[in-house]
Nanobody
Framework: VQLQASGGGLVQAGGSLRLSCAAS????????MGWFRQVLGKEREFVAS????????KYADSVKGRFTISRNNAAHTVALQMNSLKPEDTALYYC?????????????????WGQGTQVTVSS
């Protein structure tokens, strides 16, 4: 599976962005999908996930209520709607695909990773 993330950019605090992850090579419906983010010098951090099994969604506490993950299996895409953005949301955002349906907060559960898209939130 090849993953291509897009939609990042520069936005003011309080603004919104919508990230998209396009999958090719195999149907995204066979995978749970996740979004992670990473700041230079820090570990990759879980943001959100959506299970292939029953579309259960999970969120990091830091984004709960502000971010929404969704999937469109027919279009082979996964989106991350980010509202009420804060400067601390600034990071390189990655989408990833997993053959598992649980413990999706852990990077080790993912088999495929996209290249990342930069999100910068100015104060």
């Amino acid at each position: 599976v090849q993953l291509q993330a897009s939609g990042g950019g520069l936005v003011q605090a309080g603004g919104s962005l919508r990230l998209s992850c396009a999958a090719s090579g195999r149907s995204v419906s066979a995978y749970s999908m996740g979004w992670f983010r990473q700041v230079l010098g820090k570990e990759r951090e879980f943001v959100a996930s959506i299970s292939y099994r029953d579309r259960t969604t999970k969120y990091a506490d830091s984004v709960k209520g502000r971010f929404t993950i969704s999937r469109n299996n027919a279009a082979h895409t996964v989106a991350l709607q980010m509202n009420s953005l804060k400067p601390e949301d600034t990071a390189l955002y990655y989408c990833a695909a997993s053959g598992y349906y649980n413990d999706l907060y852990a990077p080790r559960r993912y088999d495929y990773w996209g290249q990342g898209t930069q999100v910068t939130v100015s104060s």
